[in-house]
């Protein structure tokens, strides 16, 4: 299994600002995924994040809005740059140990945007 | 594209009835196939997987969900819920091999009555 910390679990932050939420796994692995649950909505893929390479973006998402970083194996980090009230959401970290795992997830940043 | 359908938005079940969940997926080949549940303010849990053999798989919880290649569903059933079982219920879809991407459901909400 996987233990995934991030941080911080909440915020509430002015629009047009930025916040950059953490993530770290206590094991290495390949691909670390981070996903949005917009209020009362499913969770969607904003990117998957492979150490030492670009993060990869899911349709919708650009990386000046979202840059990603992954310097090691271990850690992640996604920006939510110039807010507006549309990005609150709670934004999760994912991971996955490959064969035949399943898909771990942190518990979530909670992010409000006034 | 792939794509996941969970068609009931709520369900409202009597404590100590069964329970049951649908999932549809519309993708090539047999993916991999996920159940999470999310308690309000709470993480995502894995309730159960299937990769691949027995279709008939076993949960957390007293969960199990069917894998019914031919109707392309995954659904999931209880056959006698507790009112902790009262939370959002995602389906998911990875393409399987090492793609680990998760597709989400648009999740069902279980509410339980005494």
């Known amino acids: 299994s996987a233990v995934i910390s991030q941080k911080p679990s909440r915020d509430i932050c002015q629009r047009g600002t930025s916040l950059t939420i953490q993530c770290q796994v206590d094991?290495?692995?390949?691909?670390m995924f981070w996903y949005r649950q917009q209020p009362g909505q499913s969770l969607t893929l904003i990117a998957t994040?492979?150490?030492?390479?670009?993060?990869?973006?899911e349709s919708g998402f650009v990386i000046d809005k979202f840059p990603i970083s992954r310097p090691n194996l271990t850690f992640s980090t996604l920006t939510v740059s110039n807010m507006s009230p549309e990005d609150s959401s709670i934004y999760l970290c994912?991971?996955?140990?490959?064969?035949?795992?399943?898909?771990?997830f942190g518990q979530g940043t909670r992010l409000t945007v006034v | 594209a792939q794509s996941v359908t969970q068609p009931d938005i709520h369900i409202t079940v009597s404590e100590g009835a069964s329970l049951e969940l649908r999932c549809n997926y519309s993708?090539?080949?047999?993916?991999?196939l996920f159940w999470y549940v999310q308690s309000p303010g709470q993480g995502l849990q894995l309730l159960l997987k299937y990769f691949s053999g027995d279709t008939l798989v076993q949960g957390i919880k007293g969960f199990e969900a069917e894998f019914k290649r031919s109707q392309s569903s995954f659904n999931l059933r209880k056959p006698s819920v507790h009112w902790s079982d009262a939370a959002e219920y995602f389906c998911a879809v990875a393409p399987g091999g090492n793609d680990y991407k998760l597709s989400f459901g648009a999740g069902t909400t279980v509410t339980v009555r005494a």
């Open positions: 094991s290495q692995v390949t691909m």
């Open positions: 994040a492979n150490q030492g390479s670009e993060a990869t973006y």
């Open positions: 993708y090539g080949a047999t993916p991999y």
């Open positions: 994912s991971v996955d140990l490959g064969m035949n795992t399943e898909a771990f």
